[in-house]
């Protein structure tokens, strides 16, 4: 599933809390998508994934078509533990055979993907590298330089890559959603609702809670 998906609960619930809310029948919402509630309305799309600032209600378990009814599963417990895997895939802006560039990583924080990985993508110079995981060793935070064991070719600008964080970024409170509220955006560092806990970068998981959640019940 993409999106985010219920894995735990810091308070050691051991099921999810999942109940039924109203949402207009003619709203849309993707299953593993955060969402928010309107009193009056009912669920709602985020208004402003990309400007992570408000709390959210929950995340929904299920696709929810458009006029498909007026009710939706969402996971609500305000501790929550979600696992997101990575599947935004970026573009480098450079690289070499120890290393991808992409210089709107943020933040621009020394080491802070130490521990983390790429998941190559698309390399122009060898297509035997493209999804091949590549642990992060080393991060320069001003240039968006992650560097890794030495590779068969060059990575270059325009190839395609995705991104796991690692044990040097844990418990970072900052990164807002892409605009269809799907994805942390690593190009998107202001938020203040989704805080990174931990990752699994071999299989490129991590996981999340969401912060000031609004419980409507």
């Known amino acids: 599933m993409a999106g985010f998906k219920w894995a735990g609960d810091r308070n050691g619930q051991k099921n999810a809390l999942i109940r039924d809310y109203l949402i207009p029948t003619a709203t849309a919402i993707e299953a593993g998508e955060p969402v928010d509630f309107t009193q009056g309305t009912g669920v709602i799309v985020l ?3 990309e400007a992570l600032d408000d709390p959210i209600l929950g995340v929904a378990t299920a696709v929810h078509a458009a006029s498909s009814g007026t009710s939706i599963e969402i996971s609500y417990s305000p501790t929550a533990i979600y696992k997101y895997h990575a ?5 480098a802006t450079g690289g070499s055979t120890t290393t991808i560039v992409d210089d709107s990583l943020l933040p621009a924080t020394d080491d802070f993907w130490i ?3 790429v998941k190559i993508i ?3 110079a060898d297509s035997s590298l493209n999804n091949k995981i ?3 060793t080393d991060s320069t935070g001003s240039t968006g330089t992650l560097t890794f064991a030495a590779q068969t070719a060059a990575l270059a600008s325009g190839d395609t890559y995705q991104l ?3 044990n040097h970024a844990e418990n970072h409170l900052g990164y807002d959603l892409d605009s269809d509220a799907m994805n942390p955006d690593f190009d998107a560092d202001g938020g203040n609702v989704l805080r990174f806990l931990y990752a699994e970068p071999d299989l490129m998981d991590m996981y999340f809670v969401f912060e000031s ?3 409507v019940s």
Do not use: E
């Open 87 to 91: 599947s935004k895939t970026y573009s």
């Open 134 to 136: 590549l642990k992060i």
């Open 213 to 215: 959640h609004l419980t």
């Open 115 to 117: 521990g983390g990985a």
């Open 47 to 49: 208004a402003h994934p």
């Open 164 to 166: 796991c964080l690692g």
């Open 122 to 124: 698309s390399c122009a």
